[in-house]
């Protein structure tokens, strides 16, 4: 797969469940007919774990049942294949689910794949999934819309401060319940939250490379921009009359 290649994380979502999404080569109908039939396959065979409470399949007797997976074609260009998997850590709730009760925890992820308008996208929570086809078919918001077009070539990151503060305080606060870890949790609060709260007020970043990349591999220099908020009455004249885009510096 040519680049480029993204993994994006989402305060809707967890640590452990970005959403993957690369560009897969232009390839003519049976091509795709062909990588549609191999990622199916592989999806069915790597995704999964022991589900005790499974439906048996076909009668089969087999020992290590999974839940089945779903295969769901979304016009011509979108394939979309999903399995649940029981996990403590999943996102959705099993007493939620249709088939609550062939799983083996309380929580689950609906780990989902798609191939979509040239396009593998891939998560352990099917709402990224989603989402991500909804930019694809501008149905949702691309982030690439907000960045400065002859900058988005060259980004290689972007972060939402305010998002990125809430997903971590959530994590963490849920790696560290009160009834187990009362002492580290007392200091996440004194600590790490006050800091997290600070930096939720930051505009959006984003980290791009130099237009001329050296031809030989090496270190470069890197360039960080962020959305300048407007000052009001009294601001700073330089700063509120600069462009919203602007690179940052260590002194800022």
Request: some cysteine.
């Amino acid at each position: 797969m040519p680049a480029p290649a993204a993994v994006c994380w989402y305060a809707k979502s967890t640590l452990v469940a970005p959403v993957f999404v690369a560009r897969v080569k232009t390839q003519d109908a049976a091509s795709i007919a062909a990588l549609k039939t191999a990622l199916g396959k592989t999806f069915g065979s790597v995704i999964g774990a022991y589900e005790a409470k499974a439906a048996k399949v076909d009668g089969s007797d087999a020992g290590y049942q999974r839940l089945p997976v779903t295969t769901h074609d979304q016009g011509a260009d979108v394939t979309v294949w999903q399995r649940p998997v029981s996990a403590n850590a999943g996102t959705a709730l099993t007493s939620k689910a249709s088939f609550a009760s062939q799983l083996s925890a309380e929580r689950y992820f609906p780990v989902t794949l798609a191939l979509a308008h040239g396009y593998l996208i891939f998560s352990p929570d099917g709402r990224l999934v989603d989402d991500t086809l909804a930019v694809l078919d501008k149905r949702y918001p691309a982030l690439a819309d907000t960045l400065a077009p002859q900058r988005l070539p060259r980004t290689i990151l972007t972060l939402t401060p305010s998002s990125a503060a809430a997903l971590i305080e959530r994590e963490a606060g849920a790696a560290l319940p009160a009834d187990q870890e009362a002492v580290f949790r007392n200091a996440s609060r004194t600590h790490l939250v006050p800091k997290l709260h600070a930096l939720a007020h930051y505009p959006p970043v984003s980290l791009s490379l130099p237009q001329n990349l050296p031809g030989s591999t090496g270190w470069v220099p890197v360039e960080w921009w962020f959305d300048r908020a407007k000052g009001g009455a009294g601001a700073d004249t330089s700063a509120t009359d600069a462009p919203a885009d602007q690179p940052g510096t260590e002194g800022d």
